[in-house]
């Protein structure tokens, strides 16, 4: 595709369910990255792979969060045991290299109720 | 988590006026990046700096790098109404640790009154 692209756009939630959450990124793109924005905040970091290497997780707020990259495509973010304090947008960004310019999918908004 | 001190937090601007806003952090950068966010969308490059003391234009948008390296400024000419939106900064950390992961400030709301 032309962009980053994520599914499921908009995801409820109910406190303790797990959610899986999609990213396709631009075909041929390397890095993989994902973020977490809270409301009114800018994107913290989460987690970063190298086609299908996960090489930093140090932003993963807790053992509940999983992120894979099987196949060094497509990613998908897991959430177990869902929290209130995780709602927020999930963004996913790519890049052909490490440090070149990374481009952004427009998010999947979480809600937990 | 760590984020850089953006400011200011929102500006209500008129149509054609001179918009200025920045970002300090403690810590040292080797890249500065200017994005911009709509609602519902992800954060789209404006401008990148890879230089201290570097200054960029692009188009209406100039940013600096500061030499400290520790601060930039994004500035937006003669603003139109379609510059509405979330201005963040974000920055790459320094050393042979860094993944490229980008540290964002907490964003600038711009609404501009035509």
């Known amino acids: 595709g032309a962009g980053v692209s994520q599914s499921p756009r908009y995801k409820v939630a109910k406190r303790g369910q797990d959610v899986a959450l999609r990213c396709d990124p631009i075909?041929?793109?390397?890095?993989l990255f994902w973020y977490q924005q809270a409301l009114g905040q800018g994107p913290e970091f989460l987690t970063y792979?190298?086609?299908?290497?996960?090489?930093?997780k140090s932003g993963l707020p807790s053992d509940r969060f999983f992120a894979e990259r099987p196949e060094g495509s497509v990613s998908t973010l897991k959430i177990q045991r869902t929290q209130q304090e995780d709602s927020a947008v999930y963004l996913c960004?790519?890049?052909?290299?490490?440090?070149?310019?990374?481009?952004f999918g427009p998010g999947t908004r979480l809600t937990v109720l | 988590g760590q984020q850089l001190n953006q400011s200011p937090q929102s500006m209500f601007i008129q149509e054609g006026e001179d918009v200025s806003m920045n970002c300090t952090s403690s810590?040292?950068?080797?890249?500065w990046l200017w994005y911009k966010q709509d609602p519902g969308e992800g954060p789209v490059l404006l401008i990148a700096?890879?230089?201290?003391?570097e200054l960029t234009s692009n188009g209406r948008l100039t940013a600096q790098f500061g030499i400290t390296r520790k601060d930039s400024f994004l500035n937006i000419s003669a603003s139109i109404p379609s510059d509405v939106g979330i201005y963040f900064c974000?920055?790459?950390?320094?050393?042979?640790?860094?993944?490229?992961?980008?540290?964002f400030g907490q964003g600038t709301t711009l609404q501009v009154k035509p």
């Open positions: 075909s041929g793109h390397v890095s």
């Open positions: 810590s040292i950068f080797n890249t």
């Open positions: 960004a790519s890049s052909l290299a490490q440090f070149d310019r990374r481009f």
């Open positions: 700096l890879y230089k201290a003391g």
């Open positions: 792979f190298q086609n299908e290497a996960q090489l930093d």
């Open positions: 974000a920055g790459q950390l320094s050393g042979s640790s860094n993944t490229g992961k980008l540290i």
